[in-house]
């Protein structure tokens, strides 16, 4: 009996151990090369981009889940807006190389880029209104709405020079 309880116990040991071994080598075929071009303009590019979200997902979550909160709404969209123009100087010409999701339509269509970029400042300029215009605190509706055109902005950009 004893030999029964060691070895099922070994088994028990053994089968966590080797679902972690293979989570972690899994891991490690997903990973992306590192951006190791001078100044690393796409690590900075990304970087930046992962900022913006920092603010912006938290109000999708906001709305996301009926838990509106007009103060932190106001925090978030100030910290979006002195986000938003960061990543923008990181797409230089020589800046399609992997790590980079962007697609080289970034630069063959850079007039639609350039529109798209301009809708994404549209959208954040009005969203900033919104909040100004109710004194930090808009009402729950007129807030979904503006973040709404924010996240359109975003999507269709991503539709058309964004690599998934």
């Known amino acids: 009996m004893s030999n029964f309880l060691s070895s099922t116990a070994?088994?028990?040991?053994?089968k966590p151990f080797a679902i972690l071994l293979c989570a972690l080598a899994l891991a490690g075929c997903n990973s992306e090369p590192e951006d190791t071009r001078p100044g690393q303009p796409v690590a900075h590019r990304r970087a930046a981009f992962k900022e913006i979200i920092k603010a912006f997902e938290p109000m999708g979550v906001m709305m996301r889940t009926?838990?509106?909160d007009a103060a932190k709404f106001k925090v978030l969209t100030a910290q979006l807006m002195a986000r938003r123009?960061?990543?923008?100087?990181?797409?230089t010409a020589d800046t399609l190389y992997p790590p980079s999701h962007a697609r080289?339509?970034?630069w063959s269509e850079a007039d639609r880029f350039a529109a798209d970029k301009k809708a994404?400042?549209?959208a954040t300029d009005a969203l900033a209104r919104v909040v100004d215009a109710a004194g930090g605190a808009p009402d729950e509706v007129t807030a979904r709405n503006a973040y709404r055109d924010v996240e359109a902005a975003?999507?269709?950009c991503h539709k058309t020079f964004k690599r998934r």
């Open 10 to 14: 070994a088994v028990m040991y053994r």
């Open 66 to 68: 009926d838990s509106y």
């Open 85 to 91: 123009d960061v990543p923008w100087q990181y797409f």
């Open 104 to 106: 080289a339509e970034v």
């Open 120 to 122: 994404f400042f549209d």
């Open 154 to 156: 975003c999507e269709n």
